[in-house]
């Protein structure tokens, strides 16, 4: 592994958190919610990488019995401290307990960079795989390879978010049986979605993101796969352009909310990918972006998460 550059010290708190397994996403959640850059899972030896807005084990060992409670760790800058009160009582409503304390000796970053690891994700005999930049990875002919640094921005390519967004995009590739013209990825984190587009062969790729962190993150990540794609801060209020693909990978609350925008950068027959939904609540974003003209043309699940791909009115 290169050096690490210690950005982050004196002015962390570490924030230990537990309880009930099937509330660990809404915990990390809640943890991210608070400001928390990134939650890791730890299991034994094993760690597992979470990085903002939702919770994934991307470590849990093959054959290790579920435990009921759940646990994991997540750190707040100093400048948030004040979310901690709020943070705690929302946590206990959902039996969550938390502590915390000063974080000064080590660099966290290191921590979750050396649980990160290199994910393959295929579709009908098409695949991407995306690799930490200081990881290795085996690479098969025809496959599309996208180096991540995530930074502090959420996209290792290891939640089941991101996973299902890039299952669709393969798919659409494979149906239309070739790329698709252009693709807008609305809330790109690291830019993994937008450059597995580019190196799958998409010409016009734009990505946005309203964390500047992200958007730095994503324009460095894309200088160094080569993809000459355009990064940007641009609310999605104020995009121009229709994209026969859009691909949102942000909370289902989000989704609804920004419906008309989203569906807006739409082409007539262009496919919607949305994400970052939980199970449960697929029917109320499909409701939200009927009216709009789309309509829902399949669904992909993992774990507790749920995506889906809508098409606007033209596509039989
Ligand atoms: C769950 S991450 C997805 C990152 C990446 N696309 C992936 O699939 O791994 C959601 C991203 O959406 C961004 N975001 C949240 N609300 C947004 C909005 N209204 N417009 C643009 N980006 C938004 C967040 O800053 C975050 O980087």
Redesign the pocket.
């Known amino acids: 592994m290169p050096p690490l550059k210690p950005f982050v010290r004196n002015d962390w708190m570490e924030i230990r958190a537990s309880g009930p397994e099937e509330r660990k996403d809404e915990a990390a959640c809640l943890l991210v919610a608070s400001g928390c850059p990134g939650v890791l899972e730890e299991d034994g030896c094993a760690m597992a990488v979470v990085?903002?807005?939702?919770s994934l084990s991307v470590a849990e060992p093959v054959g290790a019995p579920r435990r009921s409670t759940a646990s994991c760790t997540a750190y707040l800058a100093a400048k948030d401290l004040h979310a901690l009160p709020a943070l705690k009582e929302s946590l206990k409503k959902i039996g969550w307990r938390m502590a915390s304390s000063p974080y000064a000796e080590e660099d966290w970053s290191l921590k979750w960079r050396q649980g990160m690891r290199s994910m393959r994700v295929s579709c009908r005999g098409s695949s991407v795989v995306v690799k930490p930049t200081w990881g290795r990875a085996k690479i098969s002919d025809g496959e599309a390879v996208v180096e991540i640094d995530?930074g502090m921005?959420?996209?290792?390519?290891a939640?089941p978010?991101?996973k299902l967004?890039?299952k669709a995009i393969l798919r659409i590739l494979k149906d239309d049986g070739a790329a698709p013209k252009g693709l807008l990825?609305?809330?790109?984190?690291?830019?993994?979605?937008?450059i597995a587009s580019a190196r799958l062969g998409v010409k016009k790729v734009v990505?946005?993101?309203?964390?500047p962190?992200?958007v730095r993150t994503a324009r460095a990540n894309a200088r160094r796969n080569g993809a000459g794609i355009s990064v940007s801060?641009t609310?999605?209020e104020r995009l121009k352009g229709l994209y026969p693909v859009v691909?949102?990978?942000?909370?289902a609350g989000?989704l609804s909310?920004?419906s008309r925008h989203i569906a807006k950068r739409v082409a007539k027959d262009g496919r919607l990918i949305l994400?970052?939904i939980l199970k449960g609540e697929e029917d109320g974003v499909v409701r939200a972006y009927e009216p709009l003209g789309l309509r829902l043309l399949r669904t992909y699940t993992s774990g507790e998460w749920a995506a889906i791909v809508l098409v606007k009115a033209g596509r039989a």
Do not use: K, Q
């Open positions: 990085l903002a807005a939702h995530p921005a959420f996209g290792t390519g939640h978010t991101t967004c890039l990825d609305v809330g790109t984190g690291s830019g993994v979605l937008a990505a946005v993101d309203i964390d962190v992200a801060n609310p999605v691909v949102s990978n942000i909370l989000e909310r920004l994400s970052g």
